[in-house]
C-alpha cells in the first residue's frame, strides 16, 4: 500500500478544502453518527446475572477430569496435555496406580486456571478423553491460590 | 572387528562412489559416510545377531534385500538405502513388529526416546491392518530395579546380549516361541548384576524399565547435562537428566577410553544424596544460621586473613570429590598461610573387571588424581600422616576441612583427629564429627553442582558441569541444599575459596571455573596448554600422569 | 436580598464560598455518571444500571470506592510535590468558577481583572499536572507532565486569544457587563463565531478531555501524570478534570452563549408556559431563578457536548495537538482579533 502511494502521490485523498482542512465537517459527521446510536437506542447488553446467554456449542470453559464407569478418573498421566499446553499451566506427577488394569495414574493434577488461556490443546491432545473443557466460566475466587485447581477439584468440576 | 588390515574398499552409496576401511558393515560404513541406517538390534557394543530386520538395504550382489548390520562392505558393492524396495522392505518390517505392539505410549517411560516410536514414523505405514486380537506377554518385575513390560518386547536380544557379553552374568533369555517369545530371567535368578541398569538404556523400546525412574517425568521434559560420574575413580562419563532442579536419572555417554557406553548401577542410582533433606544446606556458625553466604564467605576470608603470612599454624584437610580448580584454590590458600595439606580417602570397596572390559574402581571417588596432580603427590599419604600428627599433637589455630563425601560416614583415620581438633571450617555435604564443633560450616557443593574438572585413575582430564543445579531455590524441598551457590557457573566451594582471596587481597575478583582452570594451567605443568574449551567431550589424557594406578606414592 | 449581601458581607462570604465549593462537588458525580451512561449509549450499551434506580448511585458507590482504596505511594516519589499536586489540579479549577456569573448578577465574588483572574487561575493546574507527573518517579508520569504542560501552554493563549475577542465586542472583563452585551446585540457567538470556535476547542485541550487528552493517554502512557495515584488522591485529580470542565463550559456559556440570558422568544415561551414574565432589567429573585435555570441548561448542553466529543473523536498524535495549536489556532486567532479591533475601531470612527 505504501509503495503504491509513492508511486501515485497525486492520488493521495490530502486535496481538502480550507473547512475540511479544520477537521469540522469530518467531526460533524462523527458527531452526528454517534447522536444516531444514542437515539437509535439500541441496547446489545444483557443485565448479566439476571439474564444468562446459553453458551454456545463448543465454548471453552474451565476443565473436568472425566471419570470412568467405575468413578476413577480416566487420566493415565501421560503428561501429553502439559506438553502441549501453550501456557505451561498443567503440573502433573504421576504414581503407579493401584489397579490392575492400569499402570499409570496421576498423583497430582494441577491446572492453573489464572495462567491457562483455555485454548482446548489440552483436550485435544488427550489420548484418553480424560480432560475436557466444561461450560462453566464463572468461579471467582479471593486468592491466586484458589485458582490453581487440584485433581479432586478437577474431578468434580 | 577389522580382521582385513588397513584396506580400503571402494563401494556406492546411494549412487555415490565412496571409500571405506574393509571389514565394516554397511550399516557402519554408511553412518560413516553421513546415511544413518535404522537398526534395532545392531549395537555397536554388542555383537552382531541380525535378527530385527528393520536395516534392509537393497544390494547389488542378492536379489533379496540385505541386512546391512552383518553385511560388510566389499568392492563394486552397491548399496540402495531408499530405493522402492529397501523402504517397502523395511514397512513390511515395521508393520511385523507392530502387530502385537500394545498402544501404550501415553504411559511408557520410553516414550519420547523410543526407537520404535521415531522408526514407526519414518519407515512405518500409516496404520496398522491388525485387525486381530493382540497376544499378551508378561509385565513383571526382572530383578530390584528392572521391571520387563513383556507386550512392548520387540525380541531384539540386546539385553540378552549384554548379560551375556559385558556383564558376563547371562541372567536374561528368551522364552517361548514365535509371537509369544519374550525376555525373562530363570526362575529364582533376578538381574541384579552391578551393571543391570544398562539394559534398560540399550532397550530400544518400552520393555525394560527402571524402576528408579518409572513414572518420575517424560523424557522430554528432562534437560541434559554432559558431566562425568562422581562414584568411582573411573570417571565413567555420563548425561545427568533433570527436571525443574531435580535429578531425575543419569544415562551413559558413550566414550570408548572410559566407559564404552556403559556404567555401573551404583553410580546410576547413587545421584539421591544431592537430594537428602539432611544435606547441609545454609551456611552457620556453630549452630547460628548465618544470614546470607557473603557473610559467611566474608567470615571464611577474616580466618584467612587471619593467617595470612604464615604467623599461625594452619593445616588444611582436602577431600578426593573437589574439582581440579577448588584444589587450586585450596593451594594458594595454603601458600599464603603456610598450611599444611593433606587429603582424606573414603574408604575403599571392591574393584571390579566385567568380561566386557567395563571396570568399576574400587576408589569410591572421583578426583584423587587431579588433586594430586596440584597439591603434590603425597597429600593423601604422608602429608595426611603429617596433618593428622598435627592436629592430635594440639595448637592448631586453623583447621579448614573439606568433607564433600556423598555419606556422613567416613571412617579414616584422619577423620576422628580431625574431630578431635576441633575443626574451625568446615566445607561438608553432611554433618558429621568435624562439623560439629566448626566455628564455621559452609555447604559444599555435590558433584552434580559442581563446574570444573576431574582427573580419573587414568589420568585422563574430564570436564564437570552442572547446568541444572539440583535443588536450587526448589521451594517444594525446604532444607534442601539451595542457598549456597550463587551462579549456575561456579560451586560454593569455588566461589568461597575465591572471596577468601579477594578478602585477604591476594586475588582481585572471583572467577568461574574456567578462569580459575587458566590460572592452574599457567602454573602446573600437568595442565600446562589444556583449558576448558579445549577439553574435548571424551576428555583428554594429562601429560606427565602415569595411567592406571601405578607409582604413585599414596597408594602404598 | 441582594441588600442583605451588600449588609453582611463576612456572612455572605462564607455562604457563597460554601455554595461556590458544594455545588460543583455535587454536579460531579451526576456528571461523571451521565458520562458514563451516555458512552455506553453511543457505543449501544446500557451502562451503569446496577447500584439505585437506573444505577443514579453509582457514581456514591465509586465515590465509596475511591475512599475505601488503599492509598499508595510509591518508593523514591517527592513526597511533598507529590502530596501537593492533586491539590493543585483541583483548588485552581474550583477558584476560577467563582467568578463566573451563573444568574444574573450572582458570583462569589467579582473582582476587577474579572474573567482574566479566572484564566490566570485556572493555569495554575497546569503545575499540579506536570508536578504530579515529576513527583512520581515513574518514566510514564514524567511523559505525561510533560505532555501536559506543553499542550496547555500552548493551548492557554489560543484560549486567551479567542477570549479576547469576545471580551473586546463588550469593551470589559466584568462577565457581567459581557452578558448585557450580548442581551443588547445578540450573542457572541454569532458575532465572533471563530472566536467561538477556537475557545471550545482550546477549551478542550485545556481541561485534558479527548480528543486531547495526551497527557493521561492509557494507550501509551498507562495514565500519564496520574499513573502513580491511587486512593483519593488520584480522586482529587479526577475531580479536577471533571470541574475545569465545568468552569470551562460556564465560562463558555458566558463569553459566548449569552450567559444567563436568554432570547426573546425564549423568554415568550417561558411566560406562556409558566405565566412569568422575565425582564432582565432589574434584578429580583425570580429572574434570578430563572436566570440560574438558563444558564444550567447552557452549560448542561455544553457538557454534554464535551462528553460527546470525548466518545466520538479519536485522540490527536502528539505532533499534530502541536500543529493545531502553534500554526493553526494562534495565528487564526491573533488574525481574528486584529480583525475584530480593525472593526471595532472603524465602527467607532
Ligand atoms: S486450555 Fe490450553 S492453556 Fe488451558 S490448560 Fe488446556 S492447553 Fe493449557
Ligand atoms: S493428556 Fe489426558 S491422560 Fe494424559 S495426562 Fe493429560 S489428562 Fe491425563
Ligand atoms: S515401546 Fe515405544 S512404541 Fe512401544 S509403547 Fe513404549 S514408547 Fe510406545
Ligand atoms: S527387552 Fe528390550 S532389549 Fe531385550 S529383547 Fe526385548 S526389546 Fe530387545
Ligand atoms: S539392526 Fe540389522 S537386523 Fe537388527
Keep these: ?157 | 572387528m577389522s580382521d582385513s588390515g588397513a584396506g580400503m574398499v571402494s563401494w556406492v552409496l546411494n549412487g555415490d562412489p565412496v571409500e571405506s576401511p574393509a571389514g565394516m558393515t554397511i550399516l557402519e560404513a554408511a553412518k560413516a559416510h553421513g546415511a544413518e541406517l535404522p537398526h534395532f538390534c545392531y549395537h555397536p557394543g554388542l555383537s552382531i545377531a541380525g535378527n530385527c530386520r528393520i536395516c534392509l538395504v537393497e544390494t547389488n550382489r542378492s536379489p533379496k534385500p540385505a541386512i546391512s548390520c552383518s553385511e560388510r562392505i566389499s568392492d563394486g558393492l552397491e548399496v540402495q538405502t531408499h530405493s522402492e524396495k529397501a523402504v517397502e522392505a523395511r514397512e513390511g518390517v515395521m508393520e511385523f513388529q507392530l502387530i502385537n505392539h500394545p498402544l501404550d505410549c501415553p504411559v511408557c517411560d520410553k516414550a519420547g526416546e523410543c526407537t520404535l516410536q521415531d522408526y514407526s514414523f519414518d519407515h512405518g505405514p500409516d496404520e496398522s491392518r491388525f485387525v486381530e486380537k493382540k497376544n499378551i506377554r508378561h509385565t513383571k518385575d526382572l530383578g530390584p530395579t528392572i521391571k520387563i513390560w513383556g507386550n512392548r518386547c520387540i525380541v531384539c536380544t540386546r539385553c540378552i546380549r549384554f548379560c551375556d557379553e559385558i556383564s558376563g552374568t547371562g541372567e536374561l533369555c528368551v522364552v517361548a516361541r514365535g509371537d509369544r517369545s519374550v525376555v525373562d530371567v530363570f526362575p529364582g535368578i533376578p538381574i541384579d548384576n552391578p551393571l543391570a541398569g544398562n539394559v534398560v538404556d540399550i532397550c530400544p523400546v518400552g520393555a525394560l524399565i527402571s524402576k528408579d525412574f518409572m513414572f518420575q517425568s517424560r523424557v522430554w521434559n528432562n534437560e541434559h547435562t554432559e558431566t562425568v560420574c562422581g562414584g568411582c575413580a573411573r570417571g565413567c562419563n555420563v548425561t545427568v537428566e533433570t527436571n525443574e532442579g531435580f535429578v531425575k536419572r543419569l544415562m551413559p555417554r558413550e566414550n570408548t577410553d572410559v566407559n564404552d557406553w556403559w556404567m555401573c548401577d551404583f553410580g546410576r542410582y547413587g545421584w539421591r544424596y544431592a537430594h537428602d533433606d539432611r544435606r547441609v544446606s545454609v551456611p552457620r556458625r556453630g549452630a547460628e544460621a548465618v544470614e546470607t553466604e557473603l557473610e559467611a564467605h566474608r567470615d571464611l576470608g577474616e580466618l584467612v586473613r587471619g593467617a595470612w603470612g604464615g604467623s599461625k599454624k594452619v593445616a588444611i584437610v582436602v577431600d578426593p570429590f573437589l574439582t581440579c580448580e577448588e584444589a587450586h584454590l585450596v593451594g594458594r590458600v595454603a601458600a599464603g598461610t603456610g598450611a599444611t595439606v593433606g587429603g582424606w580417602l573414603p574408604p575403599s570397596g571392591d574393584e571390579l573387571t566385567f568380561p566386557g572390559k567395563f571396570k568399576i574402581s574400587g576408589e569410591k571417588c572421583p578426583n584423587r588424581r587431579g588433586v594430586e596432580a596440584v597439591l603434590g603427590q603425597e597429600v593423601f599419604g604422608s602429608q595426611a600422616k603429617a596433618v593428622e600428627s598435627m592436629l592430635n599433637s594440639g595448637g592448631v589455630d586453623l583447621v579448614i576441612v573439606f568433607a564433600g563425601f556423598p555419606n556422613a560416614d567416613c571412617p579414616d583415620a584422619l577423620a576422628s583427629a580431625v574431630g578431635k581438633a576441633t575443626a574451625r571450617v568446615a566445607f561438608t555435604l553432611f554433618d558429621g564429627a568435624w562439623s560439629e564443633a566448626a566455628d564455621l560450616v559452609l555447604p559444599s557443593a555435590s558433584v552434580f553442582e559442581k563446574e570444573g574438572t576431574y582427573v580419573n585413575e587414568d589420568g585422563r582430564l574430564q570436564r564437570v558441569r552442572s547446568k541444572d543445579r539440583p535443588g536450587d531455590a526448589q521451594l517444594a524441598q525446604p532444607g534442601l541444599h539451595s542457598a549456597s551457590i550463587s551462579s549456575p557457573w561456579v560451586t560454593s566451594e569455588l566461589v568461597a575459596l575465591q572471596r577468601a582471596l579477594v578478602h585477604v587481597g591476594d586475588a582481585e575478583r572471583s572467577l568461574s571455573a574456567a578462569g580459575v582452570f587458566r590460572q592452574l594451567a599457567d602454573s602446573n605443568e600437568h595442565f600446562k596448554g589444556q583449558s576448558h574449551r579445549g577439553i574435548p567431550a571424551t576428555g583428554v589424557p594429562l601429560g606427565g600422569l602415569a595411567p592406571a594406578g601405578v607409582g604413585e606414592g599414596s597408594e602404598s | 436580598m441582594m441588600e442583605w449581601f451588600a449588609e453582611n458581607p463576612v456572612l455572605s462570604g462564607i455562604i457563597k464560598a460554601v455554595v461556590l465549593f458544594a455545588v460543583p462537588m455535587q454536579i460531579v458525580p451526576g456528571l461523571i455518571y451521565f458520562e458514563r451512561r451516555i458512552c455506553a449509549w453511543i457505543q449501544d450499551r446500557k451502562g451503569p444500571n446496577r447500584v439505585g434506580p437506573i444505577g443514579a448511585l453509582q457514581p456514591l458507590a465509586d465515590v465509596v470506592k475511591l475512599l475505601m482504596k488503599e492509598d499508595i505511594a510509591p518508593k523514591g516519589v517527592d513526597r511533598a510535590i507529590y502530596v501537593l499536586a492533586p491539590a493543585l489540579v483541583f483548588i485552581p479549577s474550583m477558584l476560577a468558577f467563582a467568578i463566573v456569573p451563573v444568574g444574573m448578577d450572582l458570583q462569589v465574588f467579582n473582582p476587577n481583572s474579572g474573567v482574566i483572574f479566572a484564566i490566570t487561575i485556572g493555569s495554575f493546574a497546569v503545575y499540579g499536572l506536570s508536578f504530579g507527573g515529576w513527583a512520581s518517579n515513574n518514566k510514564y508520569s514524567l511523559l505525561g507532565g510533560l505532555r501536559s504542560s506543553a499542550q496547555m501552554i500552548s493551548y492557554e493563549a489560543a484560549l486567551f486569544l479567542a477570549l479576547m475577542s469576545a471580551l473586546m465586542m463588550a469593551g470589559t472583563v466584568d462577565l457581567n457587563v459581557v452578558v448585557r452585551d450580548q442581551i443588547a446585540h445578540g450573542w457572541n457567538i454569532w458575532r465572533q463565531p471563530v472566536g467561538a470556535v477556537l475557545f471550545l476547542v482550546a477549551s478542550f485541550a485545556e481541561t485534558n478531555r479527548l480528543p486531547f487528552d495526551l497527557a493521561e493517554c492509557e494507550s501509551e502512557l498507562i495514565g500519564g501524570y496520574h499513573t502513580e495515584y491511587t486512593s483519593m488522591k488520584f480522586a482529587m485529580f479526577f475531580l479536577g478534570e471533571y470541574i475545569a470542565m465545568i468552569t470551562m463550559s460556564a465560562l463558555m456559556v458566558t463569553l459566548f452563549l449569552g450567559g444567563w440570558s436568554m432570547p426573546t422568544f425564549l423568554l415568550t415561551i417561558v411566560h406562556d408556559w409558566f405565566g412569568v414574565a422575565i425582564s432582565f432589567d432589574q434584578v429580583t429573585l425570580g429572574t434570578m431563578f430563572w436566570s440560574i435555570v438558563f444558564f444550567s441548561a447552557k452549560t448542561s448542553a455544553l457538557l454534554f457536548l464535551f462528553i460527546w466529543v470525548r466518545w466520538t473523536l479519536p485522540r490527536f498524535r502528539y505532533d499534530q495537538l502541536m500543529r493545531l495549536g502553534w500554526k493553526v489556532m494562534i495565528p487564526v486567532a491573533l488574525a481574528n482579533l486584529a480583525i475584530t479591533a480593525t472593526v471595532i475601531v472603524l465602527m467607532e470612527d
Aim: net charge neutral; glycine share 6%.
Design chain 1, 1 to 157: 500500500m505504501g509503495h503504491d502511494a509513492h508511486a501515485e502521490p497525486e492520488k493521495k485523498p490530502g486535496k481538502l478544502g480550507l473547512l475540511g482542512k479544520a477537521y469540522l465537517p469530518a467531526i460533524a459527521q462523527g458527531l452526528l453518527h454517534t447522536l444516531g446510536h444514542i437515539v437509535k437506542w439500541d441496547h446489545n447488553t444483557l443485565n448479566y446475572p439476571d439474564e444468562k446467554r446459553a453458551p454456545f456449542p463448543g465454548y471453552r470453559g474451565e476443565h473436568r477430569l472425566t471419570r470412568d464407569e467405575q468413578g476413577r478418573e480416566k487420566c493415565v498421566a501421560c503428561f501429553m496435555c502439559s506438553t502441549v499446553c501453550p501456557a505451561h499451566c498443567i503440573e502433573i506427577v504421576a504414581e503407579e496406580a493401584p489397579w490392575p488394569d492400569r499402570e499409570k495414574r496421576p498423583k497430582i493434577f494441577n491446572i492453573d486456571m489464572m495462567r491457562c488461556i483455555y485454548c482446548g490443546m489440552c483436550e485435544w491432545a488427550c489420548p484418553c478423553e480424560a480432560i475436557e473443557l466444561t461450560e462453566v466460566f464463572n468461579i471467582p475466587v479471593r486468592t491466586r491460590a484458589e485458582k490453581i485447581y487440584d485433581k479432586e477439584r478437577l474431578l468434580s468440576n
